[in-house]
């Protein structure tokens, strides 16, 4: 039986997180996750790193500070992966009055530490580049910085920097059970098609997003007064709403707002909802009246109405959040609860209600600390100022890629952005050896090549179409039926030789 110091239920954002602090910190780690990493939530966001403008309405300023303390960390230690997005706000008097945007634009700009985002500005709607593609009644609006993020690559990058340091991840795994046994827990694992092992771990973290509750009553047997409010954001993509880099912050009739993401260079991302979800959240889905409010939604705004027959994609969420007691989906809190099972003085449960991807950072430093009792030699925290695999630019991502083009000036430039977008520096990992496009292997469209698909299945635990084609890339968003149908083909092969 092989033993562990922590075993990390979950392998979305906050499990990643945790694994990557703990192993850092001297820990013997194994992650299970059931399917692939940040197959749920986490790769089902609204691609931002953001303090939540909108929480500070309800006085959820610790969140809001924290938050924006972290779009500065992760700017940093991940630069290939976040990066710095501009948002206009067209004013709607009958909305919100001017005063209250400055005033909640002010506590945004000094409620964290803002060093490499500029300050919120008002700005005239009529002039470039923001008059793009808004109605013509629109003449005053406001414009802050936040970032935009690959949420799924961030979750990857993780997970990756934890293997790095010494830890077990295992994709396709599932912990059936587990029984506090002497000074830890033996838990039962179950790996698809369905081999079993069982491990011993002096403490587990149940970082199972929407089934944190379920893990913590049926398979850790751990009842619970606490719960989680399942609560559905869905997002669609339509072809580009407007011109510009600049992102929109639409205010809605019912107090809550929506956004429109420049996306995938062709595409405009429009999101969120808030739907509560009392069923099974495994295979969420944007349902036809969510996808008919965010087109009402923007049409308020936008001078050419988007229609649903307008929608290329759409995806969706489970958010996992800590039931406060609010009944409107939209005003439970986005904050993080941890609970931690103390009642023995050995084998400690924690598990992580709610959260976001911005804060998943401190949220890993806060679980560790709530453990430190029970591992005494465990290290000091770590993560702030280490950068993620692919991280470590030698300068800002621009320079970065010119680097990489003039060192492979024979390969494709849009291939080039591709994979540092991707990868960082990591993508001389990828193109290693590599010389001339041939030696990239097939390609199947949208810059995505054998070389890169053979990188993800060897080194990034990608096992299906669907892990590379929406997750470890979004190509899956330009590619035909046909493509993509050949794409599986060329993963069924390549699994059938191993």
């Known amino acids: 039986m092989d033993h562990y110091d922590l075993l990390v239920i979950g392998g979305g954002i906050n499990g990643a997180g945790v694994a990557r602090d703990a192993a850092g910190r001297g820990l013997k780690v194994l992650l299970v996750e059931t399917h692939d990493l940040g197959a749920a939530t986490s790769s089902s966001s609204s691609k931002l790193i953001h303090g939540g403008l909108r929480y500070l309405e309800r006085y959820e300023f610790r969140l809001v500070a924290e938050a924006l303390a972290e779009r500065e960390v992760l700017l940093a230690i991940a630069p290939h992966l976040v990066a710095p997005l501009t948002f206009a706000m067209p004013h709607v008097p009958e909305l919100r009055p001017r005063w209250m945007i400055r005033t909640g634009l002010f506590l945004y700009d000094h409620l964290g530490r803002r060093t490499r985002l500029p300050a919120s500005r008002g700005v005239d709607l009529r002039a470039p580049p923001y008059e793009s593609g808004l109605k013509a009644t629109l003449t005053n609006g406001f414009v802050y910085s936040d970032c935009r993020v690959d949420d799924a690559r961030l979750v990857l990058a993780n997970a990756l920097s934890a293997r790095e340091l010494g830890a077990d991840i295992l994709t396709r795994t599932e912990c059936v059970?587990?029984?506090?046994?002497?000074?830890?827990?033996?838990?039962?694992?179950?790996?698809?098609?369905?081999?079993?092992?069982?491990?011993?771990?002096?403490?587990?973290?149940?970082?199972?997003?929407?089934?944190?509750?379920?893990?913590?009553?049926?398979?850790?047997?751990?009842?619970?007064?606490?719960?989680?409010?399942?609560?559905?954001?869905?997002?669609?993509?339509?072809?580009?709403?407007?011109?510009?880099?600049?992102?929109?912050?639409?205010?809605?009739?019912?107090?809550?707002?929506?956004?429109?993401?420049?996306?995938?260079?062709?595409?405009?991302?429009?999101?969120?909802?808030?739907?509560?979800?009392?069923?099974?959240?495994?295979?969420?889905?944007?349902?036809?009246?969510?996808?008919?409010?965010?087109?009402?939604?923007?049409?308020?705004?936008?001078?050419?109405?988007?229609?649903?027959?307008?929608?290329?994609?759409?995806?969706?969420?489970?958010?996992?959040?800590?039931?406060?007691?609010t009944a409107d989906p939209s005003a439970v809190t986005r904050d993080y609860t941890l609970r931690l099972d103390a009642d023995h003085k050995s084998a400690p449960v924690l598990s992580v209600f709610g959260g976001k991807i911005t804060t998943y950072r401190r949220l890993a430093e806060h679980v560790l600390d709530k453990l430190a009792p029970w591992f005494p030699g465990m290290k000091a925290a770590w993560t702030a100022g280490t950068p993620l695999p692919g991280g470590d630019l030698g300068g800002t991502p621009t320079a970065f890629g010119a680097r990489l083009a003039a060192e492979y000036a024979s390969l494709p430039v849009p291939l080039l952005r591709a994979l540092a977008r991707r990868h960082g520096s990591l993508a001389h990992s990828v193109l290693q050896g590599v010389r001339t496009a041939a030696e990239l292997g097939v390609h199947f469209g949208a810059d995505l090549y054998a070389r890169e698909i053979d990188y993800m299945i060897e080194h990034e635990w990608a096992c299906s179409a669907e892990d590379i084609l929406y997750r470890r890339t979004k190509a899956g968003l330009h590619l035909a039926a046909a493509q993509r149908e050949a794409l599986a083909n060329y993963i069924s092969r390549r699994a059938a030789k191993r």
């Open 177 to 325: 059970s587990a029984k506090r046994a002497g000074d830890g827990w033996e838990a039962l694992l179950r790996a698809t098609p369905g081999a079993e092992r069982t491990v011993f771990a002096r403490g587990i973290v149940n970082a199972a997003g929407p089934w944190v509750k379920q893990v913590l009553n049926d398979r850790l047997h751990q009842p619970s007064r606490d719960n989680v409010k399942l609560v559905k954001g869905s997002h669609i993509v339509v072809p580009k709403a407007y011109h510009g880099e600049h992102a929109l912050i639409l205010q809605n009739d019912d107090r809550r707002v929506v956004f429109m993401i420049p996306y995938e260079g062709g595409y405009t991302l429009i999101g969120t909802t808030d739907v509560a979800v009392d069923g099974d959240p495994s295979t969420p889905s944007a349902s036809a009246d969510e996808i008919a409010y965010l087109c009402r939604a923007v049409n308020r705004y936008l001078a050419q109405p988007v229609a649903p027959a307008d929608v290329v994609w759409s995806y969706a969420g489970i958010r996992p959040l800590y039931d406060d007691g």
